[in-house]
C-alpha cells in the first residue's frame, strides 16, 4: 500500500513483555507517524518524527518510546506491555513537500493483543 | 481536551441521497483539513482535504465545505452509494510549529441499497 508496510500484522503478548512494532516505507518520505485506534476514541496520535533521529511525542505517548535511525524505518517499542496497550496500531507517512505533501498514507495496520 | 469532534457517531442514508458527515474543531492553529475512509482491517485511506485558505473543495461525488468562523467542515457524498460505507475520520493538521495531525474519533456511514 503506497510504499508502507508494518510488522508484525498481529502480535499476542503477555503482559510486562517488550515489543516491538516496525513500519518499513519505500517512498523516501520525511515524515512517519504511529497512531492507534481503540473504539470511542477514534484515531489517536502516539509518537512522529520529522527526520531521521528527530522524533516527537503525541496524544498518548506514555508507555511508547520510538526510534528512527534511517529514513525508511520507524520503530515503535512498548517496553514492558500492558492490557490496556492493547490497540491496533497504525503507521502513516508523509513526504511534507511536493505533491501530496500534506497528506497522510496509512499501512495496514498491526494487531497487538496484551494478555 | 478532543481537538477534533466527530459529534455522530453513525449514520445511515439510503442509497443515491446524499450522505453529510460533520467535524468540529477547536483549535485555531489548524490550516489544512482531511477526510480519511477507512473498512474494517485495513489501513485508513484518503479521501478529499482542504486547506484553511478554501472554503470548498470537490472531487466527484465528495465534497468538503470548511467555516473558518465556526470551526466547523463537512463532507457530503452525493450520490450515495453502497460501497461508500465505511467509517469516516477527519483530520486536522497542527502548524504551530509541528507537523502533527490530530484525528476525530469517526463516524460510521451506511448506505443502505
Known amino acids: 500500500d503506497a510504499g508502507i508496510t508494518q510488522s508484525p500484522r498481529h502480535k499476542v503478548t503477555e503482559t510486562g513483555t517488550p515489543v516491538t512494532l516496525r513500519c518499513h516505507q519505500t517512498?523516501?518520505?520525511?515524515?512517519m507517524y504511529w497512531y492507534r485506534q481503540d473504539p470511542g476514541h477514534g484515531l489517536r496520535l502516539i509518537h512522529y518524527s520529522y527526520g531521521v533521529k528527530d522524533t516527537d511525542k503525541g496524544e498518548v505517548s506514555d508507555g511508547y518510546s520510538v526510534s528512527r535511525s534511517k529514513t525508511e524505518d520507524f520503530l515503535l517499542t512498548l517496553e514492558s506491555a500492558t492490557s490496556s496497550q492493547t490497540s491496533v496500531y497504525f503507521c502513516?507517512?508523509?513526504?511534507?513537500?511536493?505533491?501530496?505533501?500534506?497528506?497522510?498514507?496509512f499501512g495496514a495496520g498491526s494487531r497487538l493483543t496484551v494478555l | 481536551d478532543q481537538q477534533v469532534k466527530q459529534n455522530s457517531p453513525s449514520l445511515s442514508v439510503q442509497e443515491g441521497r446524499i450522505s453529510i458527515l460533520n467535524c468540529d474543531y477547536t483549535?485555531?492553529?489548524?490550516?489544512?483539513f482531511l477526510w480519511y475512509k477507512k473498512y474494517p482491517a485495513e489501513g485508513p485511506t484518503f479521501l478529499i482535504s482542504?486547506?484553511?485558505?478554501?472554503d470548498k473543495n470537490e472531487d466527484g461525488r465528495f465534497t468538503v465545505f470548511l467555516n473558518k468562523s465556526a470551526k466547523h467542515l463537512s463532507l457530503h457524498i452525493v450520490p450515495s452509494q453502497p460501497g461508500d460505507s465505511a467509517v469516516y475520520f477527519c483530520a486536522a493538521k497542527d502548524t504551530s510549529g509541528t507537523y502533527k495531525y490530530i484525528f476525530g474519533t469517526g463516524t460510521r456511514l451506511k448506505v443502505l441499497a
Open positions: 502513516a507517512i508523509s513526504p511534507g513537500t511536493g505533491a501530496g505533501a500534506n497528506v497522510l498514507t
Open positions: 483549535n485555531s492553529m489548524f490550516d489544512y
Open positions: 517512498e523516501n518520505h520525511r515524515y
Open positions: 482542504i486547506s484553511s485558505i478554501k
